[in-house]
């Protein structure tokens, strides 16, 4: 019997129970995800048959759809033609039709990073200046400042909208890269200065001031001295903005169009002929899903730390 | 003494506000400009569409126009059932699985991460895939249900009885895993030795969960709540590419009517008042659970 077990260590038997009850309910939480990921690979008539196919002829139909757009031909038209170059036009051409260019869902992507990548790199910039200031000087007022930059949190974005969607226009900003990496910046702000003021005030004081007694400045000692030490916080925090800038939808669906339109709002308007492409949106939301999954498994100690941390500290 | 005299460059407050100064300013030009216009839109008549006319005050026109619209009542009661089932499913769920959690079996790290897999989602994304999985003919979602009781072609989207729980189930499929995770913080912050203490004292491990576990695990509980709350009561995105609002009107929650006013019919005037109506809701609502929040804890 194992002794070394203290009566305040759950007994064997009820620690099995919590395990069989919990990976039970991680299988049922992961199976939507996992559905979308097989339709992804299926072929058009496999993903609408009744009752679900779980075994299925893998194809990569979804993904072939998802990048091109397409036309249907007649068969005369299909056999003048010569033979198909590669495997993925013969596929379109084995359902009757031919590759007429790439679709939008690579630009859309592209976008998504940009923005994405931009407006993280500025409000984890600017979130750590200001979280810095915020844990080492006395800045009047400060209890208020930080109040009010946690409560932009708060608006609802479709309240904002209207009055940014006139203000860019105005400024030249609508539907821009730029106009959105702003816009994103600033939405995360209030998360960057709050979780990194965190890290901040766990870096000893006295890690800088041994730096400036060496003659630093102190624009040096933090630039050379803190910045390096609060990595950890940083790159939790820069997580947490991607992942809120890549998923984001309500802004990027109001403000943009044609230009700077990310991937959330394009990936719903995939459509293939006689209803929704099941397999091309299956293939787009894996793609797209598919960095943050990664993200958050190689770097679930951080995430998670992040995501408690408001609570932990209050 | 003063210690910034030692030492070269910038005063401390020179550097306080060139650090602090940028983001000041790009919350004031991006959130609060905006804000304060929307606001003063809410006394006009102003359609964002037409861009030739000078608005006009009309005082509080608009207000009593969203008050007395017996449609408006209707979204908040769509609003406040959803925020209802959900927080009250992501509670008594999300503080289960904390608590199995607690036990600290072989790989449940692994376990956690693998929970917290959709709430790291696109919630539009989401919102078009559960579509499918919901799709009357051959939806996955339907034929599960279907095989362990027959109901028959049931449409979860397409039915005013069903799609409110179908906006239900998503979100907390979605969002379950927050408050799980925050409940978790929370009992790992309980110290060892109140339980040592009880079981000197020969609690039972009932009255021990009673009396130590829920107590110290409830503000936690709470705050989590307050968050989902804030950002179930702006629900836009997920609800928006699932039902859109439908059918009828059986899904439309405060923000699908609120971008509907605003950015299809562009009655800019009124959808500023009703923004500002709901920002003051969601505003007072905040503070007095804040307030009921910090008594709980004082106890």
């Not at chain 1, 072929?43 to 893998?58: G, R």
């Amino acid at each position: 019997m194992d002794t070394s077990r203290s009566y305040l260590e759950p007994s064997s038997f009820s620690k099995k129970l919590a395990a069989t009850i919990i990976i039970v309910y991680t299988v049922i939480t992961l199976i939507p995800i996992s559905w979308m990921v097989m339709t992804s690979f299926k072929n058009v008539n496999s993903a609408i048959s009744y009752p679900p196919e779980v075994f299925f002829e893998p194809s990569l139909e979804g993904y072939v759809n998802l990048f091109t757009n397409r036309s249907r031909q007649s068969q005369e038209y299909l056999d003048s033609l010569p033979p198909p170059e590669n495997w993925y036009e013969e596929l379109v051409r084995s359902r009757e039709m031919v590759i007429t260019g790439p679709s939008k869902f690579l630009g859309r992507y592209s976008n998504s990073m940009i923005i994405g990548f931009g407006s993280t790199f500025a409000s984890v910039f600017l979130g750590a200046l200001a979280a810095y200031a915020f844990s080492r000087f006395r800045v009047p007022l400060k209890d208020d400042l930080l109040f009010f930059i946690l409560s932009t949190r708060m608006f609802p974005p479709i309240a904002v909208a209207v009055p940014i969607f006139i203000m860019y226009r105005k400024l030249g900003l609508g539907d821009t890269h730029l106009g959105m990496i702003i816009l994103y910046t600033v939405v995360n702000l209030s998360l960057a200065v709050w979780l990194l003021k965190g890290f901040m005030d766990e870096i000893p004081k006295e890690y800088e001031e041994a730096a400036m007694i060496d003659g630093y400045s102190r624009l040096q000692a933090f630039f050379k001295v803190v910045l390096p030490q609060a990595m950890t916080g940083i790159a939790a925090t820069a997580i947490f903005c991607m992942i809120f800038s890549w998923n984001e939808y309500a802004f990027a669906v109001l403000l943009t169009q044609f230009n700077a339109q990310t991937a959330p709002p394009f990936i719903p308007t995939i459509i293939g002929e006689g209803g929704l492409d099941w397999p091309a949106i299956g293939a787009g939301t894996t793609l797209f899903l598919l960095p943050v999954m990664i993200f958050t498994i190689i770097l679930r100690k951080h995430l998670l730390r992040g995501i408690t941390f408001g609570a932990v500290r209050k | 003494m003063s210690v910034k005299k030692k030492f070269k460059g910038l005063s401390d407050k020179a550097v306080a506000w060139l650090f602090i100064g940028p983001s000041v300013f790009l919350l004031l030009a991006i959130n609060i400009y905006p804000l304060i216009y929307a606001i003063r839109m809410s006394f006009t008549n102003f359609y964002a569409n037409k861009i030739g006319r000078e608005p006009q005050f009309v005082g509080l026109k608009n207000y009593i126009k969203v008050l007395n619209k017996e449609a408006i009542w209707e979204k908040m009661q769509v609003t406040a059932n959803f925020m209802f089932w959900t927080l009250l499913l992501q509670a008594v769920i999300g503080l289960g699985l904390a608590l199995l959690l607690n036990r600290k079996f072989k790989g449940n790290e692994l376990l956690t991460t693998l929970i917290v897999l959709p709430m790291m989602l696109s919630p539009a994304v989401v919102g078009v895939f559960w579509t499918y999985l919901y799709n009357p003919q051959v939806g996955l979602f339907n034929y599960v249900v279907n095989f362990f009781h027959d109901f028959g072609s049931f449409d979860m989207i397409g039915s005013s009885v069903l799609a409110p729980w179908s906006i239900v189930i998503v979100d907390t499929w979605m969002w379950t895993p927050f408050t799980m995770l925050i409940c978790l913080a929370g009992l790992r912050s309980v110290p060892n030795y109140l339980y040592e203490a009880a079981e000197v004292d020969r609690a039972s491990k009932w009255q021990q969960f009673i009396y130590i576990t829920l107590p110290s695990v409830l503000p936690f509980l709470l705050l989590a709540l307050l968050f989902r709350g804030i950002e179930n009561f702006k629900m836009f995105d997920m609800v928006v590419e699932l039902t859109s609002g439908g059918p009828g009107s059986a899904t439309e929650l405060a923000s699908i009517n609120l971008k509907r006013e605003a950015f299809e019919k562009w009655k800019t005037g009124y959808s500023s008042a009703f923004a500002v109506i709901l920002f003051v809701t969601i505003f007072g609502f905040g503070n007095v659970y804040v307030k009921v929040m910090n008594k709980i804890k004082e106890r």
